[in-house]
């Protein structure tokens, strides 16, 4: 279940009430950040730290990454499920003052990955970007898809997400073969990315998040690149079908 932890307090403590967390993976300085009463409300079988966070501030049951990492097996844990077992949860923007949730199975995610690989000819040798966050779900697309067809996934990294002069480097520098985003980051490319200069023969798709009608004439009117396709992976509504 990945949250923004860039969302206020208050949101990421309804989305982890509403989900009931069991486990938590941070960093010790976002967990300062969760307030008595939601440690009081969501207690923790085991807390993961991504960083050498103090001994005397680790909260119990907490472990960090770095210490025990080398100790865990190789081997694929055996945890049975079905295809309608859930595999993942993504929350909407919350424009109504309550964030809601989606809940996605396996078969959703199988379904979106098969239909990816097929209907965009993604292989092993793709290398796809990843400019959405984990919590938001154009990255359900990268991340599964690439997955499925063992390809490689270069990670967008945050500071760079809404600069298209460094995103269109970026894309240059990695060999992206294909690209997803909401559409005005494709407008934002095309308009102030500096694409004439960039050697982007790597790149042989660029797919817009979104089926909107007006999207698709921003991207005719504004993006010069080799494939233009609007994706049909563009909210958590349709991400479960």
């Given at each position: 279940?990945?949250?923004?932890?860039?969302?206020?307090?208050?949101?990421?403590?309804?989305?982890?009430?509403?989900c009931?967390?069991?486990?938590?993976?941070?960093?010790?300085?976002?967990?300062?950040?969760?307030?008595?009463?939601?440690?009081?409300?969501?207690?923790?079988?085991?807390?993961?730290?991504?960083?050498?966070?103090?001994?005397?501030?680790?909260?119990?049951?907490?472990?960090?990454?770095?210490?025990?990492?080398?100790?865990?097996?190789?081997?694929?844990?055996?945890?049975?499920?079905?295809?309608?077992?859930?595999?993942?949860?993504?929350?909407?923007?919350?424009?109504?003052?309550?964030?809601?949730?989606?809940?996605?199975?396996?078969?959703?995610?199988?379904?979106?990955?098969?239909?990816?690989?097929?209907?965009?000819?993604i292989?092993?040798?793709?290398?796809?970007?990843?400019?959405?966050?984990?919590?938001?779900?154009?990255?359900?697309?990268?991340?599964?898809?690439a997955?499925?067809?063992?390809?490689?996934?270069?990670?967008?990294?945050?500071?760079?997400?809404?600069?298209?002069?460094?995103?269109?480097?970026?894309?240059?520098?990695?060999?992206?073969?294909?690209?997803?985003?909401?559409?005005?980051v494709?407008?934002?490319?095309?308009?102030r990315?500096?694409?004439?200069?960039?050697?982007?023969?790597?790149?042989?798709?660029?797919?817009?998040?979104?089926?909107?009608?007006?999207?698709?004439?921003?991207?005719?009117?504004?993006?010069?690149?080799?494939?233009?396709?609007?994706?049909?992976?563009?909210?958590?509504?349709?991400?479960?079908?």
């Amino acid at each position: 279940m990945p949250v923004d932890a860039n969302a206020p307090g208050p949101r990421l403590e309804e989305i982890g009430r509403q989900c009931a967390f069991r486990a938590l993976i941070s960093s010790h300085e976002l967990y300062q950040r969760l307030s008595r009463s939601f440690h009081h409300e969501c207690p923790m079988n085991a807390i993961y730290f991504i960083d050498k966070a103090p001994e005397a501030a680790l909260p119990l049951p907490a472990l960090t990454f770095a210490d025990n990492l080398p100790q865990q097996s190789s081997e694929d844990p055996a945890v049975p499920v079905i295809d309608n077992d859930l595999a993942c949860i993504l929350f909407t923007s919350g424009s109504t003052g309550v964030p809601k949730r989606v809940m996605l199975s396996h078969l959703t995610r199988c379904h979106l990955s098969t239909g990816g690989c097929e209907t965009f000819g993604i292989t092993a040798n793709d290398r796809l970007s990843n400019h959405a966050p984990f919590n938001f779900d154009l990255s359900v697309f990268d991340i599964f898809v690439a997955v499925k067809a063992g390809a490689a996934i270069s990670l967008v990294p945050e500071g760079l997400a809404v600069f298209p002069l460094q995103l269109s480097s970026f894309i240059q520098d990695q060999k992206t073969t294909v690209w997803y985003s909401v559409p005005m980051v494709l407008a934002l490319l095309q308009a102030r990315g500096r694409l004439e200069e960039r050697d982007l023969a790597a790149l042989r798709r660029s797919d817009a998040g979104d089926s909107e009608e007006k999207s698709h004439e921003i991207i005719q009117r504004d993006w010069a690149m080799r494939k233009i396709q609007l994706a049909p992976f563009s909210t958590p509504a349709t991400n479960r079908h």
